[in-house]
């Protein structure tokens, strides 16, 4: 069964960095198996995707409204997936989730709300001055 849990969330000012990470656990799972993609929810908001990446690491998909700023990078040795969020503004404030699936990124960004094999509980990015 496998398990995420995110990581390194909190209170940064706009235009700061912050680094999150999704990293797996649980028996008789290969984490290289999996796509790994990262959402996010602001209050009163329907769940968005963020950025996903390949089981392998070699493709990303990221949203528009993130390109340039975030960056998705995996360390499969680590069972870990990392969200480096770069000139942050404040309507990235929300909850950000990492899920992991067997669909190509470029299906899981479309999808926030599929069905995946597992989700982590979320972490709070908040943006303020």
């Known amino acids: 069964q496998l398990e995420l849990a995110e990581s390194g969330g909190g209170l940064v000012q706009p235009v700061g960095s912050l680094k999150l990470s999704c990293t797996a656990s649980?028996?008789?799972?290969?984490?290289?198996?999996?796509?790994i993609g990262w959402f996010r929810q602001a209050p009163g908001k329907e769940r968005e995707g963020v950025a996903c990446?390949?089981?392998?690491?070699?493709?990303?998909n990221y949203a528009d409204f993130v390109k340039g700023r975030f960056t998705i990078t995996r360390d499969n040795g680590k069972n870990t997936a990392y969200l480096h969020l770069d000139n942050l503004k404040p309507e990235d404030t929300a909850v950000y989730y990492c899920a992991a699936g067997t669909s190509s990124p470029w299906i899981m960004i479309r999808e926030p709300e599929g069905e995946y094999d597992a989700w982590g509980q979320g972490t709070q990015v908040t943006v303020s001055s």
């Open positions: 990446i390949s089981s392998s690491g070699g493709t990303t």
């Open positions: 649980g028996s008789r799972f290969d984490f290289d198996f999996f796509s």
